[in-house]
Structures are given as structure tokens and as C-alpha cells.
């Protein structure tokens, strides 16, 4: 009788921080990422103009890159991780960029982490997708099923605790 049911699997929800085309972490155009050499995680090639970067879990910020393009997190539930603005930003010395939050601030999917100035970004001929990272996922399963178009703060999938 008891077998019957089964016990819902707890999760850590993900969300999509910006507006954008989401993408499997493997297309990212940079090989630490894309062969999850970091971790598994997922991409969103955003939109154009200035795009405000939302957070994609429920946690706090760690830190911040003195470059503005990298902010480091990590969920109620321990999972840490990385939101990548761009690929070779870090050679942008922080132009392009504003960020939002403080290191040790409470965020969700509704706080904005940063702006990035997707246009001037793209015209210093860099990558502009925005990586999302988790750095120590061990034997937890990212489970996303998404595709093409997204809207910053829409739930796309779970970490499977």
C-alpha cells in the first residue's frame, strides 16, 4: 500500500536571467564552458540594448568580480554557482557593465545582479551570452527542458537535490 506513493525528489529551481534565446551550456562558444570543465549549467544569448541580469536561483551573492562581468552565488540549499556575462569580458575592465548587488545580499529571481550593455559588448567584438554555472552539483542532476525564446525570472527547470 505504502509503495504506491512515491516521494516527490526535492529541487532547486532555476530560472532565466535575462530576456534572451536560451542555450545549452555546451553551444557556449568557450570550451571551459562548454565542456563543462567548471560544471553543467545552461546559457541565454540575450537580447539587444541594455539587458538587466536577474538572478537565476533563490540564494545570496558570494562575490563579485572586481570586472563587473562574473558574480559568483550560492542557493538556500548549498548548490554555488556562476552567472558569466559574456565570453573574454574580463579583458573589458568593467565597461559595459553596472552591477546591482552586494556581496552577502539576499536575492531571487526578481533581483537584478547587473546591466550589460549588450550593444557596446558586441561591438568590441566579444561573445555576449550570459553562462550560468553551478560548481559543485556531485551527483545532482540539472534537469532543464527549455527551448528558443525566454523572459528573464521564467521558470526553466531544477537541480534535482
Known amino acids: 500500500m505504502f509503495g504506491l506513493f512515491k516521494k516527490k525528489k526535492k529541487s532547486v529551481e532555476l530560472f532565466a536571467v535575462c530576456d534572451g534565446t536560451f542555450k545549452s551550456i555546451e553551444k557556449v562558444n568557450d570550451t571551459v564552458f562548454a565542456d563543462k570543465i567548471m560544471g553543467d549549467g545552461f ?33 538556500d540549499e548549498g548548490i554555488e554557482g556562476l552567472v558569466h556575462m559574456g565570453i573574454d569580458t574580463v579583458a573589458l575592465k568593467g565597461d559595459g557593465f553596472v552591477v546591482d548587488v552586494e556581496e552577502g545580499q539576499k536575492v531571487d529571481q526578481n533581483t537584478r545582479l547587473a546591466q ?46
Do not use: R, W, Y
Open 43 to 75: 546559457a541565454v544569448s540575450p537580447t539587444s540594448g541594455k539587458v538587466s541580469v536577474n538572478s537565476p536561483i533563490k540564494g545570496k551573492i558570494l562575490s563579485i568580480f572586481p570586472t563587473k562581468h562574473a558574480i559568483t552565488f550560492v542557493t
Open 116 to 161: 550589460m550593455d549588450v550593444d557596446f559588448i558586441a561591438q568590441q567584438n566579444k561573445d555576449c551570452d550570459i553562462i550560468v554555472v553551478f560548481t559543485n552539483l556531485d551527483n545532482k542532476k540539472l534537469l532543464i527542458n527549455q527551448s528558443g525564446k525566454v523572459q528573464k525570472a521564467q521558470l526553466i527547470g531544477g537541480i534535482e537535490l
